[in-house]
């Protein structure tokens, strides 16, 4: 997938020191247990293996262990619970590594793996991965998303959609108005967008296209959208505002679009570490869901991502 790989090339720096948090009312006047939040979006290596990993390279602040375990130990503005894992390397059997490292920790509640529609095996692969309940639906990018639909070769995405499962796609700003093409074709098939479509994040205004192509995917009621990586994409240099109010005019476009039920959270953990500490960028999204009200901060958390993945609830996964 050469957008992912291109936006990853670019994380150069560490992660910067803990920002000032100024909690709202609603965030800190409850217990650490009343709020179920499921991060939607890490990614989760280990560069020690025998075979190694693809990403991220060496020699960069990416480049070491991390596991779940490490995201429980961040500072959060407010505690994560679980999470869904996105597979970002496209070697097959990470996708089997992924699903062992789950079955050791119920801190993780789905998988979207990695699997390419068209390729030779795709039926046998997603046999085999899908047969674990974890396995919750794979990733591809928009480039081969905009193939299989030029070419009108959906066999393979059809085989995805009676398994019930989720299809993240992730590219650039083009990449809603891309969705908006699959879902009006394939009405059963759950599609996320991923990190609101990696538009860039200025203090201009958003662009017209991809307010345009926004508009036109949440028409489609099998869309949703992943609220993630906004600090990464805001970033000049190593830093990116840090005030929901220099989001906020993206925040409300893809909101208003997709409403209160189709939008979940995510945080591109750790590619986002560059551009903001795990808490800022926890901050900024949930004091904005918090203007919508209690329900709608449960709905973003976990509630939406519960209906869209249907992600699993573990024995031992706990909220204490």
């Known amino acids: 997938m050469p957008f992912d790989f291109s936006r990853r090339e670019l994380l150069a720096a560490g992660l910067g020191g803990i920002f000032g948090l100024q909690q709202s009312s609603l965030f800190s006047s409850q217990p650490a247990t009343d709020l179920d939040i499921i991060d939607c979006h890490t990614h989760f290596y280990d560069p020690t293996r025998p075979e190694g990993i693809p990403w991220p390279p060496q020699g960069t602040p990416l480049y070491r262990t ?3 375990r490490h995201l429980r130990e961040l500072q959060h503005f407010r505690r994560v619970t679980g999470t869904v894992i996105v597979e970002a390397s496209d070697r097959l059997e990470d996708n089997a590594w992924l699903l062992s490292l789950a079955k050791e920790d119920p801190f993780v509640v789905g998988i ?6 068209g390729a030779a095996g795709f039926s046998d692969h997603l046999k085999r991965f899908a047969a674990d309940p974890l396995f919750r639906g794979i990733r591809i990018s928009t480039d081969l998303l905009r193939t299989l639909l030029d070419k009108d070769e959906l066999r393979d995405l059809r085989l995805f959609a009676e398994r019930d499962l989720a299809l993240d796609v992730n590219g650039g700003p083009e990449t809603p108005a891309e969705l908006a093409r699959l879902a009006s074709r394939m ?4 599609i996320v967008l ?3 479509g990696n538009v860039r994040i200025t203090a201009d205004p958003p662009p017209g296209d991809w307010v345009a192509g926004i508009r036109a995917a ?4 099998n869309v949703a959208c992943k609220i993630s990586a906004l600090c990464w994409a805001a970033q000049v240099g190593n830093k990116a505002p840090m005030e929901l109010d220099f989001y906020r005019p ?8 997709f409403g ?4 979940i959270y995510g945080s591109d ?5 560059s551009a903001a500490d795990y808490a800022t960028q926890q901050r900024i999204v949930m004091e904005y869901a918090q203007e919508r009200g209690a329900d709608t901060v449960k709905k973003f958390c976990s509630l939406n991502a519960k209906r869209i993945y249907k992600w699993v609830e573990r024995p031992g996964r706990g909220r204490k």
Request: proline letters at 11%; aromatic letters at 8%.
């Open 66 to 68: 991390v596991l779940p």
């Open 112 to 117: 979207v793996g990695r699997l390419e529609p």
């Open 187 to 190: 009405p059963d098939l759950r």
């Open 194 to 196: 991923n990190h609101i």
């Open 218 to 221: 949440a028409m489609h009621r």
């Open 250 to 257: 993206y925040i409300d476009v893809v909101w208003n679009a």
């Open 260 to 263: 209160n039920d189709r939008v």
């Open 269 to 273: 953990w750790p590619a986002s570490e």
